[in-house]
């Protein structure tokens, strides 16, 4: 027989040939050297040594014969042995299809440099800690992203998120992540300010909260951690201490105390805190002081448009240095002798002209000039 398969010439009479024989030797033979792909195919059908025919579909160059070659392979060690040395695509595609074993696939992932291969073989893998290992090493970062989204252990997500040199899967780590543990460390501990917000914005517990709001060097966290924080001391705290003028209108906000807030308004340097401080406030006792301390015609604004008290108006009205505060202030009077006073005598035709209309007077519009003083001086002598 192996004379016949030697020397004949005839297709089908050797391929009758190679169906007679037994011998491995032989077989082994024919499937390595015979110049026809079919003859070569029938004779891998015969041989009974796996790793054998994986070492001879490492070595055969055609396709078919590859692949009636790896349908004969079960064993997962030579299947793999088989997708890390050849280069036919679709072959190596077969191979780790049959390939079940997630420690041989995640070997075939690390040492392939087909990056074809490598995205198929990502998508198979499950278990935690080689997917952990993967979006943690691999180079590529496509490849490092599904690897993340793949994972569900909160604990590996937030190693990912702390550590990772690639910004989007640090930020897909952190998306995953819910239990209020691994959320403090990273609002805490991450040296990423995008981390950091992720985290906080997804915070619960108050103690966590609270040290960002008085820690973080970011303002915009910061702020995130304000917003939902409670605690009255803490908010106290943010509204007397934090440099930026934003996040203490913000903590103010949700202050009620009056007397805080008043004490607050006294320490104050930006006008507009001030003024916000001034909005939340009605005690007139407090605000009379306030008013009197205030040297922005801002700030007196606002209090006086938030007051109806008549002996506060009054004063305002005759005192304050600033002729439209003087102007606010009689429009909300509803003294006569105090609007005639005024009519007659305040130095500024706009607040004379605001009386007389209060009193239901005939206006002159003029055009006369008066001294409007703006400057930060005490407003009420």
């Known amino acids: 027989m192996e004379k016949i398969i030697e020397f004949e010439t005839d297709r089908t009479v050797r391929k009758l ?5 037994t011998d491995q030797f032989t077989i082994i033979s024919i499937a390595k050297n015979d110049k026809a792909r079919e003859i070569r195919a029938m004779a891998i059908e015969k041989i009974e040594d796996e790793n054998i025919i994986a070492n001879i579909i490492i070595k055969e160059e055609d396709r078919a014969v590859r692949e009636a070659a790896i349908k004969k ?3 997962e060690e030579h299947l793999t042995m088989i997708a890390l040395n050849i280069k036919d695509a679709y072959i190596k595609s077969m191979a780790i299809k049959k390939i079940g074993s997630q420690d041989l696939l995640y070997k075939i992932l690390t040492n392939s440099y087909d990056e074809t291969l490598r995205m198929e073989i990502i998508e198979r893998i499950t278990e935690e800690k080689l997917l952990f290992s993967i979006a943690k090493n691999d180079p590529n970062k496509y490849i490092t992203e599904i690897a993340v989204k793949r994972l569900n252990d909160e604990e590996l997500l937030t190693s990912i998120a702390m550590d990772s040199e690639s910004k989007n899967c640090r930020k897909l780590a952190t998306e995953k992540i819910t239990e209020e543990e691994y959320l403090e460390k990273l609002a805490k501990l991450s040296e990423y300010p995008e981390i950091r917000t992720m985290a906080v914005s997804k915070l619960i ?3 966590a909260l609270i040290y960002v709001a008085k ?4 303002s915009g966290i910061r702020m995130n951690a304000v917003e939902k924080i409670s605690d009255r001391e803490t908010l106290r705290f943010v509204a007397k201490n934090d440099e930026y003028s934003e996040i203490r209108k913000l903590a103010i906000e949700k202050i009620s105390t009056e007397d805080f807030l008043a004490d607050l308004f006294y320490h ?3 006008s507009e805190v001030r003024e916000l401080i001034a909005s939340k406030i009605t005690n007139i006792e407090l605000l009379r002081g306030m008013i009197k301390h205030e040297k922005y015609s801002g700030v007196r604004k606002v209090i006086v448009s938030n007051v109806n008290d008549p002996e506060l108006l009054m004063e305002v009205a005759k005192n304050d240095k600033f002729y439209l505060i003087r102007k606010m202030a009689v429009e909300k009077l509803q003294v006569p002798m105090v609007l005639e006073d005024i009519a ?3 130095k500024h035709v706009e607040v004379r002209n605001a009386a007389k209309r209060k009193l239901g007077m ?3 519009e003029s055009f006369e000039e008066d001294i409007m003083d703006f400057g930060y001086i005490n407003p009420i002598t």
């Open 17 to 21: 040939a190679v169906e007679r024989i």
């Open 73 to 75: 392979i079960d064993n």
């Open 205 to 207: 517990k108050q103690d």
């Open 215 to 218: 820690n973080d060097e970011y």
């Open 268 to 270: 104050e340097e930006n």
């Open 344 to 346: 007659e005598n305040d």
């Open 362 to 364: 005939d206006v002159r």
